[in-house]
C-alpha cells in the first residue's frame, strides 16, 4: 500500500508509488525558462512540515527519528528538527547536496511516521531552489499528492507572477499540481 493512501485513505483514481510523486521534481532541475537563459536549481535542503499533537514522538522528534526500522532505506542526509514558535508545527530539515537522496530520506522518514500512526500529521514536504534568481519553493501537500509553487518576497509578499510561471513549467513536464486556489503561503519556512 502506498505511503499517501496509507495515511488517508482510500483514493478515488489510481496515482504513481509517493516517492515517484516526489521524485517528479527532478524533472524540473536546470530547465530553462521559456523565452529565457534563467535556469531553476536545487538547494541541498528541503523538509517535511508537521502538525504536532500530544504524542510523545513530538517530544524528542531527534530521539524518534533514530528508531527508523532497520528494513528501510538508510538515511544519509543530515536530519534537524525544531518547532515553530507561530504555529502548531513542526519541522524536519533535510540538507543532502543529492536531491534524490534527500527525497528518498523524506519519504523513508515519512514512512515511519506513517507506521507510527501519525500519518495524518504530515501536511506536506517543501523544496528549496532558484528560480529566475529568486528564492523559491515546491510544496508537495501530502493530502493532494500535488505540488505548487511558492515565491516568497520581502514583507511576507509573494511572487505570484513568477508563481504562475514555475506552475506552467511544472505542468509542462508532467508534474502534478494543486488548483492555483491552494497555493498556500508558508510564512515560518526555516530555511
Known amino acids: 500500500m502506498g505511503l499517501l493512501k496509507s495515511i488517508f485513505g482510500?483514493?478515488?483514481?489510481?496515482?504513481s508509488d509517493e516517492s515517484d510523486i516526489l521524485s517528479t521534481i527532478l524533472r524540473v532541475?536546470?530547465?530553462?525558462?521559456?523565452?529565457?537563459?534563467?535556469?531553476?536549481?536545487?538547494?541541498?535542503?528541503?523538509?517535511?512540515?508537521?502538525?504536532?499533537?500530544d504524542d510523545p514522538f513530538f517530544e524528542n522528534i531527534d530521539a524518534s527519528l533514530k528508531n527508523i526500522?532497520?528494513?528501510?532505506?538508510?538515511?544519509?542526509?543530515?536530519?534537524?528538527?525544531?518547532?515553530s514558535?507561530?504555529?502548531?508545527?513542526?519541522?524536519?530539515?533535510?540538507e543532502n547536496p543529492i536531491m534524490q537522496k534527500m527525497i528518498n530520506d523524506v519519504n523513508s522518514v515519512s514512512s515511519h511516521i506513517a507506521n507510527l500512526g501519525l500519518g495524518s500529521t504530515m501536511t506536506a514536504a517543501i523544496f528549496k531552489g532558484m528560480a529566475k534568481n529568486?528564492?523559491?519553493?515546491?510544496?508537495?501537500?501530502?493530502?493532494?499528492?500535488?505540488?505548487?509553487?511558492?515565491?516568497?518576497?520581502?514583507?511576507?509578499?509573494?511572487d505570484n507572477n513568477l508563481e504562475m510561471e514555475i506552475g506552467d513549467l511544472l505542468t509542462s513536464k508532467g508534474i502534478p499540481v494543486e488548483?492555483?486556489?491552494?497555493?498556500?503561503?508558508?510564512?515560518?519556512?526555516?530555511?
Request: one cysteine or more; proline letters at 10%; aromatic letters at 14%.
Open 179 to 191: 488548483p492555483h486556489a491552494n497555493w498556500y503561503s508558508l510564512s515560518d519556512i526555516p530555511f
Open 69 to 83: 526500522h532497520p528494513e528501510q532505506q538508510p538515511i544519509t542526509s543530515k536530519i534537524i528538527s525544531m518547532k
Open 10 to 15: 482510500k483514493r478515488n483514481k489510481p496515482k
Open 29 to 53: 532541475e536546470n530547465l530553462t525558462f521559456p523565452k529565457s537563459t534563467e535556469k531553476i536549481t536545487f538547494s541541498v535542503k528541503s523538509a517535511l512540515l508537521l502538525n504536532t499533537s
Open 85 to 94: 514558535g507561530e504555529y502548531d508545527s513542526s519541522w524536519i530539515v533535510f
Open 134 to 158: 529568486e528564492p523559491s519553493y515546491w510544496v508537495c501537500n501530502y493530502r493532494s499528492a500535488k505540488f505548487y509553487p511558492l515565491v516568497p518576497t520581502d514583507n511576507n509578499q509573494r
